[in-house]
């Protein structure tokens, strides 16, 4: 009984993984390159959130405050990362132009709110502090299994997007072809701020999340989170959605489990130890594909 505790617990820390881990996907997987700003939109939409509530903001609007703070900061990222580098340096976006440049803002924004909101962790004050079932003798959070709900359900909805709708399929045509996708008349400069709105939305969301259910927030609470899902992403599959799914989620169950037999001092050697595996084993992950970009969509 206590193992399955357990395992519900992994799923419900996994669902915040799978959408760390989508909005991963889908830059890699559309734009060919790692976006390192997203711990960065993860941590802000905790932050600002708790940053309204101080001066008195409703908990509820705090979070969506932060969320679009989240949203609004990785269009800024798109404007300086991949559109100025785009025009600029052309065919050079495809390395490591925009992953440095990313990386640049995400020390920005993390001691931008060192500076302003300080180093010190804080509490939320959220109210479900308490707020659980029973199912016999398994306890089950009822933010905790929202929240998973939540994150699996905008997920699909975000897989329905990609493949039935117009913008969907003009996004899958830039993640096979950028210059054949221009020749169809497909705006890159319209599009590709998409991506970004969608990737901002995914880690503000999974921010908000962490942050409700979890209460305690610091200015690098993203990065810890951002690894893990990193992890699940390359274990699930480069560029593959549904593997970044069920790689968030086994990177959750693998983190509880070890936890629960070995103790939170070593639990990142079997995450890491599971990823360096699955590379020996199956180098293009569990559901991905060799090419990055092609069919993933």
């Known amino acids: 009984m206590l193992i399955l505790q357990q395992l519900i617990s992994g799923l419900m820390i996994g ?56 949203t609004f900061a990785s269009l800024i990222v798109e404007r300086f990362t991949y559109r100025y580098m ?11 132009l925009p992953l440095v440049s990313s990386l640049g803002f995400l020390i ?11 180093s010190d962790p804080q509490r939320f004050p959220t109210p479900f502090t308490s707020a659980d079932f029973h ?14 709900v939540l994150a699996l359900a905008i997920v699909w909805g975000l897989s329905i997007m990609l493949k039935r709708t117009r913008v969907g399929r003009a996004l899958r045509s830039i ?27 995914m880690a503000g969301i999974a921010g908000m999340l962490f942050t409700l259910n979890y209460a305690d927030i610091n200015a690098y609470m993203g990065d810890n989170v951002a690894a ?20 968030g989620l086994i990177v959750g169950l693998t983190e509880v489990m070890a936890i629960h037999f070995f103790g939170a ?9 599971l990823l360096l595996l699955i590379l020996l084993v199956r180098p293009s992950g569990l559901f991905g594909h060799t090419a990055i970009g092609k069919g993933k969509f």
């Open 86 to 96: 785009r025009v600029r340096y052309g065919d050079a976006t495809e390395h490591a």
């Open 228 to 247: 893990k899902a990193i992890a699940g992403m390359v274990i699930g599959g480069l560029g593959n959605i549904w593997g970044a799914i069920a790689g």
């Open 135 to 148: 199912l016999g003798k398994l306890i089950i959070g009822i933010p905790q299994l929202v929240s998973l």
């Open 15 to 70: 669902g915040i993984y799978v959408m760390v881990a989508v909005a991963f996907t889908l830059t890699i997987g559309m734009l060919n390159f790692l976006n390192f700003t997203i711990p960065a939109l993860f941590m802000l939409s905790g932050m600002v959130a708790w940053g309204l509530t101080t001066v008195g903001v409703h908990w509820a609007l705090a979070l969506l405050g932060g969320v679009a703070t989240a």
């Open 175 to 201: 993640a096979e072809n950028p210059d054949a996708a221009t020749l169809m008349g497909v705006s890159v400069n319209y599009i590709v701020p998409i991506v970004f709105v969608i990737t901002g939305l």
């Open 108 to 118: 920005i924004f993390e001691h931008l709110v060192l500076v302003i909101l300080g």
């Open 265 to 273: 001092d070593i639990v990142k050697i079997p995450i890491w130890g």
